[in-house]
């Protein structure tokens, strides 16, 4: 007699999926059945549908379009709406959303920024606020100059949990400041977004990165800048890594605080 696997068996789970074929295209919904072994997270199940693109009803439908790198919460390219919520594909688990058989799942694009196709959107406004703000640490011409300055361990652990963001969306998303824009002459009015002010007190920080303090400051008290901020704190409710958002809106406003004294004093 051969002995009964105790091993979980597969259930089905109904994935119930807002669709789009391009930008101004009209919007659909599509349901799947998909099996999901134990385990098994957004990513896979959606990866099933892609191999298998024939909705509940047995029609053949495309594949569905969804953007992914790393698959373990780093690259955040992820990022959409699972029964409502922002967050990471990658990191939510069926267990957890459906641990029973028969369950659905509902997947919607991100609708602060513009949309590719169905689950894949453009996440380029993000990435253009961190250039405004200039996120990074200059260091062309300076390789020569010998040892830079040191960093305490308090101020590396400060700046360490700042620097896992991913640039996943999460908090723009969340933010009812944050709003859909159609090009870039509007992105430099609207609301920069949480992800961005974090990011500018990250390398504010920094012994040679605050170099730029100045300018990422000047840019922050601008139009657009952090006095859009409504303070509503879901940013730091959806943040997958966790970041002390608040912490950082509350520290660039002391330091702009400042920076507007200097220059009122020196003109500069």
């Not at 997270?41 to 191999?51: E, K, M, R």
């Not at 957890?96 to 380029?124: C, H, Q, W």
């Not at 700042?162 to 859909?180: I, K, N, Y």
Request: with cysteine.
């Amino acid at each position: 007699m051969v002995a009964e696997s105790n091993a979980p068996k597969a259930r089905t789970i109904r994935f119930r999926i807002k669709r789009q074929d391009g930008p101004g295209k009209p919007s659909r919904w599509e349901e799947f059945d998909v099996p999901v072994d134990p385990g098994a997270n957004v990513i896979s199940c959606l990866q099933w549908i892609a191999a298998h693109p024939v909705t509940r009803q047995g029609q053949r439908t495309t594949p569905v379009a969804w953007d992914a790198c790393c698959l373990e919460e780093v690259c955040g390219a992820c990022s959409m709406l699972i029964n409502g919520s922002v967050r990471q594909a990658c990191s939510c688990l069926i267990d957890e959303y459906a641990p029973y058989d028969g369950d659905m799942i509902t997947l919607e694009p991100m609708s602060k920024f513009p949309l590719v196709r169905d689950l894949f959107v453009d996440r380029n406004r993000l990435f253009h606020n961190l250039m405004r703000v200039k996120a990074w640490v200059p260091i062309d011409g300076t390789y020569d100059l010998g040892k830079g300055p040191k960093a305490t361990p308090r101020n590396q652990q400060m700046r360490y949990k700042l620097s896992e963001c991913m640039s996943c969306g999460c908090c723009l998303e969340a933010c009812p400041q944050f709003v859909l824009e159609p090009n870039e002459v509007l992105w430099n009015k609207s609301f920069i977004g949480a992800h961005a002010v974090s990011q500018a007190r990250l390398f504010n920080e920094h012994p040679t990165g605050s170099v730029l303090k100045g300018d990422r400051l000047e840019v922050l008290m601008g139009r657009g800048g952090l006095s859009d901020c409504g303070n509503a704190q879901n940013c730091a409710e959806v943040c997958p890594k966790e970041i002390p958002l608040t912490e950082s809106i509350g520290a660039i406003g002391r330091a702009m605080t400042v920076q507007s004294f200097k220059r009122f004093f020196t003109g500069k």
